[in-house]
């Protein structure tokens, strides 16, 4: 039912550099509105990773970055690293639906 | 530091009223820098956005149209902590339910702090 679609799956071997897509539409990521991506260990809350397309919270390392262009946005990990492995979600806001929606979510495996 | 502490129950029979609890540290639901918001998991409808309360020298709900009719969200002002209630619960519902933070800023609605999340199940 979401409006943000990501890739079910993506994997990497430690110390690669794997990427997460978000594809939206022109009524949320295409009409400008910032996307925000969150990561969610098993069992855990999800945790904001980039607020506002590419701005990392205080305590987030640097291997996590993120991009927008037209009606999508993307997540980068560089140096994968075990923990890792999680899944991840994009969010942004829907002009048409009037609320605010999430990524179908995307698993990130190390192998 | 912020903290969300939920609680209530785990299990609700259908068409009665889901009611939970998120109890916060570090920072006020009566301040005007914040938000504070619902949201669900499920694996049929992935994580959704269900509403939020904030204050702005007075008392501000948004609703997602999804739940418009059946959902409440309130402040508890002397007990620092907010609340959602759901009623005519549907199978549907069951799900696991987060309250979440979400800071005034310029880039949009996030959310920085989230509850541990309630595991709440709809089922007689």
């Known amino acids: 039912q979401s409006v943000l679609t990501q890739p079910p799956s993506v994997s990497g071997a430690p110390g690669q550099r794997v990427t997460i897509s978000c594809t939206g539409s022109?009524?949320?990521?295409?009409?400008?509105?910032?996307v925000h991506w969150y990561q969610q260990l098993p069992g855990t809350a999800p945790k904001l990773l980039i607020f506002?397309?590419?701005n990392r919270p205080s305590g987030v390392p640097d291997r996590f970055s993120g991009s927008k262009s037209g009606t999508s946005a993307s997540l980068a990990i560089t140096g994968l690293q075990a923990e890792d492995e999680a899944d991840y979600f994009c969010?942004?806001?829907?002009?048409?639906?009037?609320?605010?929606?999430f990524g179908t979510g995307t698993k990130v495996t190390v192998l | 530091q912020v903290q969300l502490q939920q609680s209530g129950p785990g299990l609700v029979k259908p068409s009665q009223t889901l009611s939970l609890t998120c109890a916060i540290s570090g920072d006020s639901v009566s301040s005007n820098d914040a938000a504070w918001n619902w949201i669900r998991q499920s694996p049929s409808r992935g994580l959704e956005w269900l509403g939020r309360t904030f204050y702005r020298s007075e008392w501000y709900r948004d609703y997602a149209v999804s739940v418009k009719s059946r959902i409440t969200i309130n402040p508890q002002t002397s007990m620092n902590q907010v609340s959602l209630h759901l009623t005519s619960v549907i199978p549907e519902d069951t799900a696991v339910y987060y309250c979440a933070r979400e800071p005034r800023n310029d880039y949009g609605v996030f959310f920085d702090n989230w509850g541990q999340g309630i595991r709440v199940t709809v089922s007689s």
């Open positions: 022109s009524s949320n990521v295409g009409a400008g509105y910032d």
């Open positions: 506002g397309n590419n």
């Open positions: 969010q942004s806001y829907d002009s048409s639906l009037s609320t605010y929606v």
